[in-house]
């Protein structure tokens, strides 16, 4: 897990107690699937944006998250499917199942993951 960490410095309007500056570590974001998804959650104005919306393709991208979870999503949750294609824990009969069918963002999800896969 530590290799997955990153530091980054302490926030700049953070109080700081001593004359060095604090470092804080945050895990790393894998987030491959959200500059196609809906033009990304942070295109959106923030006053756009559904929580509940961004929870789902949070799950989603997260490879963490059980290939029977990534199945159940991208089911029931359409606009999960970029994501889940994206991720790396999916496996090979759900993005045969995704490339069926045949959604261009999927697609490019796809696309981009096999760009990734042979280290483009």
């Given amino acids: 897990m530590q290799e997955d960490m990153q530091e980054h410095p302490a926030d700049e309007n953070a ?3 001593s004359k060095t500056a604090t470092r804080r570590t945050a895990p790393l974001m894998n987030i491959p699937a959200a500059d196609i998804v809906n033009a990304g959650a942070s295109a959106a104005k923030p006053r756009d944006v559904d929580p ?4 789902i393709l949070a799950e ?3 490879p963490g998250t059980a290939p029977l979870r990534l199945q159940e999503l991208a089911t029931n949750q359409p606009i999960a499917r970029p994501a889940v294609a994206a991720n790396p824990a999916a ?3 759900l993005l045969t199942w ?3 069918l ?3 963002a999927v697609n490019e999800a796809l696309r981009r993951r096999a760009q990734v896969e042979q280290g483009h």
């Fill in 15 to 17: 109080l700081s107690t």
């Fill in 52 to 55: 509940a919306e961004v929870a």
């Fill in 60 to 62: 989603a991208e997260d």
């Fill in 91 to 93: 496996g090979p009969e």
């Fill in 98 to 100: 995704l490339r069926a």
């Fill in 102 to 104: 045949d959604d261009p």
